[in-house]
Nanobody, 120 residues
Framework: QVQLVESGGGLVQAGGSLRLSCAAS????????MGWFRQAPGKERELVAG????????YYADSVKGRFTISRDNAKNTVYLQMDSLKPEDTAVYYC?????????????WGQGTQVTVSS
């Protein structure tokens, strides 16, 4: 079992930046895929950024390419999402996720979510 705890959400003006953090429990963090999803009101949850086994593979949704960066510190069992040039449409609850198989598109565990609000 893996437990994930997100932090770093908040309110920011358009054009600003935020960095989300997700601390994971467990001894095999480095072998897991880690990802960030978001869900806006009335919309489905979407994968925003994903990092496969060893952090070799990185995926970004088209809507955030060039603005968001996923990174991981295996020594700290932590994954980050650096969000720059934020837009009002980035407003959502952001969820951290972990996947046992190490594939960036498969996830088994979820955090509780952190709210990100971007004002115009």
């Amino acid at each position: 079992q893996v437990q994930l705890v997100e932090s770093g959400g908040g309110l920011v003006q358009a054009g600003g930046s935020l960095r989300l953090s997700c601390a994971a429990s467990g001894r095999t963090f480095s072998s897991y895929a880690m990802g960030w999803f978001r869900q806006a009101p009335g919309k489905e949850r979407e994968l925003v950024a994903g990092s496969g086994y060893g952090g070799i593979t990185a995926y970004y949704a088209d809507s955030v390419k060039g603005r968001f960066t996923i990174s991981r510190d295996n020594a700290k069992n932590t994954v980050y999402l650096q969000m720059d040039s934020l837009k009002p449409e980035d407003t959502a609850v952001y969820y951290c996720a972990a996947g046992r198989a190490g594939r960036y598109y498969e996830y088994d565990y979820w955090g509780q979510g952190t709210q990100v609000t971007v004002s115009s």
